[in-house]
């Protein structure tokens, strides 16, 4: 842990003996597979603009934390057209759970919140991407922005479920509480929420932008820092990182923005 470290973050469960962890998944890149039809589950309303497609994969496949997956729709007259969205749920062979932000003229994000619902099928391809991926085999600061959590919920869901959750530490930058995703799974020791506009009253912070004070604490010896969010926030928080110490070839970014 780097110097002027919070002590409110422990790496304590670094401790975890290895044959008390459950199985990480292959260190191989998975490859992206044919289009595939997968089955909508379920649901989640997030928040009032992010929903959870829980979606079981006709042809399954195990991600890596990190991958995304490109959805298609197709009208009957034959147009299509696709996204990309990160897998927000840990490492599983033969489900993944997207979340996806409901933008007001957005083509994709509105179909999937207006009409998508439980039991319909949609067409997916994926896991890609074999950069911006964790194995849960070396220290990682995670610095997201908004929907940018996505992927890095990933990441913390398989740091927590491989027993090694001091191995990953989060933060994550939100205009108000009501944006948060994920609000009840993701605090916890290795995570630290940044409230830009509103803060809840009982907060360590006012309000105000991502600072280097706020990352400090989470900086972990020669990790890798992955950032994701608008190109925007990508760019500050990258600058904090590099202002901070953390070498250029440390950091991954992955930018969700209008030409996504
Ligand atoms: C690797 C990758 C992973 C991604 N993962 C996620 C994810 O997990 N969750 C998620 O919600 N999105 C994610 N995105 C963004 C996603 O792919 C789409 O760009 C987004 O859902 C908008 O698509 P749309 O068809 O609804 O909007 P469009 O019809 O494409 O655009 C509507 C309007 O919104 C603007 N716009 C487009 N995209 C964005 C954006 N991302 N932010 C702000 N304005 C935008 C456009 O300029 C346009 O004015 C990811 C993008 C990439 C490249």
Do not use: N
Request: net charge negative; aromatic share 6%.
């Amino acid at each position: 842990m780097t110097p002027g470290a919070s002590s409110a973050i422990r790496a304590t469960e670094l401790d975890v003996p290895a044959a008390a962890r459950p199985a990480l998944p292959s260190p191989a890149t998975p490859m992206p597979g044919r289009w595939q039809s997968a089955t909508v589950e379920e649901v989640r309303e997030e928040t009032e603009h992010a929903k959870t497609f829980r979606l079981a994969l006709s042809e399954p496949s195990p991600h890596l934390a990190g991958q995304h997956y490109i959805v298609r729709l197709t009208a009957p007259d034959g147009y299509s057209v696709s996204r990309s969205y990160s897998v927000a749920s840990a490492p599983e062979a033969s489900h993944i759970e997207l979340t996806v932000e409901r933008l007001e003229d957005g083509e994709v994000s509105s179909y999937l919140h207006d009409v998508v619902e439980p039991g319909d099928e949609i067409e997916v391809r994926g896991p890609i991407g074999g950069w911006f991926v964790w194995r849960c085999d070396s220290p990682a600061v995670l610095v997201g922005g908004g929907s940018g959590v996505v992927p890095l919920m990933a990441m913390l869901r398989l740091a927590r479920r491989s027993g090694r959750p001091g191995l990953a530490r989060l933060v994550v930058s939100v205009r108000h509480p009501a944006d948060l995703y994920y609000a009840r799974e993701l605090p916890g020791p290795e995570t630290t929420v940044v409230y830009t506009r509103e803060a809840p009253p009982a907060g360590p912070r006012p309000p105000g932008r991502l600072g280097a004070e706020d990352l400090r604490p989470a900086l972990l010896s020669g990790a890798t820092a992955y950032v994701c969010g608008s190109s925007g926030f990508a760019d500050h928080a990258t600058g904090l990182l590099i202002q901070l110490g953390v070498p250029g070839d440390h950091i991954r970014v992955e930018r969700f923005g209008p030409t996504g």
